[in-house]
């Protein structure tokens, strides 16, 4: 059973415009949410994270919003460049069940910024 | 501040063998988990360790095994290697303690079992 979902396996967008990547999740009890990028042969780099008593969360060209109602998540990198190529994460912790430590993955989005 | 440190990098073992991996976290960080990276499968969550105490599993059988030293650092063990056992082995730390925090990955270990 799935309980995070990347919908999308790859992305191709042009260096400038916007990468909007998508993330939907199952399990109502997940309260926090992150992006990881992962280039190959190297762990995955902690990009932004957002508490589900948000719906919004920015840090700099990276934007993650949260539809809890939907169970629906997205990145928004603006402007997207070419360093950004990689496989992104979308993951998701319960927290309040105490399960602080364990994030369950999605099966990851490759972004391909052409320049 | 270093990093999340893993060794070995690269691993390559028989069947039936085990194998000891080691991560040591960020220091401060009380937090250490452990995931396997498949193609087919994702990331998939191992177990976690919190002061010593494996404080979350995940669904994987029990020839995969953990532990975790006074000092944080942690290790992980698989027995009687399966060919389905090759993967990249991560291991993230976090400052845990309940709190919603970000956690950091070491690069991983990768595991070839021929």
């Known amino acids: 059973d799935q309980q995070v979902k990347q919908n999308s396996p790859s992305l191709s967008v042009q260096e400038g415009r916007i990468s909007i990547l998508n993330c939907d999740y199952t399990n109502s009890m997940f309260d926090y949410f992150l992006w990881y990028k992962k280039y190959p042969a190297e762990g995955p780099t902690f990009l932004i994270s957002?508490?589900?008593?948000?719906d919004k969360n920015e840090d700099g060209r990276f934007t993650v919003f949260l539809n809890k109602s939907a169970k629906h998540l997205s990145l928004h990198i603006v402007p997207s460049q070419p360093g950004d190529s990689a496989v992104y994460f979308c993951a998701a912790s319960a927290i309040a069940s105490s399960n602080t430590g364990k994030l369950i993955f999605g099966q990851g989005t490759t972004l391909q910024v052409k320049p | 501040k270093a990093g999340v440190t893993q060794t070995p990098r690269y691993l390559i073992k028989t069947r039936g063998q085990q194998v000891t991996l080691s991560c040591s976290p960020i220091?401060?960080?009380?937090?250490v988990s452990w995931y396997q990276q498949t193609p087919g499968q994702g990331l998939q969550f191992l177990f976690e360790?919190?002061?010593?105490?494996?404080?979350n599993k995940g669904n994987f059988p029990g020839r995969f095994s953990g532990r975790q030293f006074s000092n944080s650092r942690s290790e992980m063990n698989v027995s009687t290697l399966e060919l389905g056992d090759s993967a990249l082995y991560l291991c993230?730390?976090?400052?845990?303690?309940?709190?919603?925090?970000?956690?950091?990955f070491g690069q991983g270990t990768r595991l070839t079992v021929v």
């Open positions: 360790y919190f002061s010593e105490t494996q404080r």
């Open positions: 220091s401060g960080h009380r937090s």
């Open positions: 993230a730390s976090s400052s845990g303690g309940g709190a919603a925090t970000e956690a950091f």
């Open positions: 957002i508490s589900s008593i948000k």
